[in-house]
């Protein structure tokens, strides 16, 4: 496979996984919503969508994204200070991931504490971290 062919994969898988980071959080909002409506059929409803997401979209975006682009690092040197940057923002990600992992556990488990507002300001913090790996990779500042 050509560089070109890794590089489209890369941004295929990136843009699933970005779109679930975006969606998840905000599945979260509506799913305290409807525990606080007391709404039995809702919160099944949620955690079904919320398991099938970050299983089924999510975590193969998040693994396929790191080998393609782990492919493109390693195996053609593509590689500069840009790239740790990139890297840090990359962990950033992940630790978001992450953390919707245990969020998802608490909900499935009737157990989330946490507000709305909080999983509407958890929505957008991803936000900054894709501006700048795009800005990164695209401009390459250092
Ligand atoms: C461990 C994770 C990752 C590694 C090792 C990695 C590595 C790379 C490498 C080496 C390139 C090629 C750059 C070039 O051709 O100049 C690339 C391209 C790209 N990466 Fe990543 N990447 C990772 C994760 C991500 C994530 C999470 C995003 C977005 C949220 C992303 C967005 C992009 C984009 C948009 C390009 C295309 C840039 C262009 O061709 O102009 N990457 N990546």
Redesign the pocket.
């Known amino acids: 496979m050509t560089?070109l062919w890794i590089?489209s994969l890369?941004?295929i898988f990136?843009v699933t996984?970005?779109a679930a980071i975006f969606y998840l959080p905000r599945l979260f909002v509506y799913h305290v919503q409807a525990i606080n409506e007391n709404d039995p059929k809702g919160d099944a409803r949620f955690k079904i969508m919320e398991r099938k997401l970050f299983w089924g979209i999510m975590t193969p975006g998040?693994i396929f994204?790191?080998v393609?682009?782990?492919?493109?690092?390693?195996g053609?040197g593509?590689?500069?200070k840009w790239?740790m940057w990139?890297?840090l923002?990359?962990l950033t990600?992940?630790v978001h991931h992450v953390l919707c992992f245990v969020h998802l556990r608490a909900f499935r488990e009737g157990r989330n504490t946490r507000s709305e507002k909080y999983f509407r300001v958890m929505n957008e913090l991803?936000v900054f971290?894709?501006f700048g790996?795009?800005f990164l990779?695209?401009l390459?500042p250092t």
């Open positions: 560089v590089k890369h941004i990136m996984w970005m998040a994204t790191i393609f682009g782990a492919w493109l690092w390693l053609y593509i590689t500069g790239m990139k890297l923002l990359v990600l992940v991803p971290a894709l790996i795009v990779v695209v390459k």
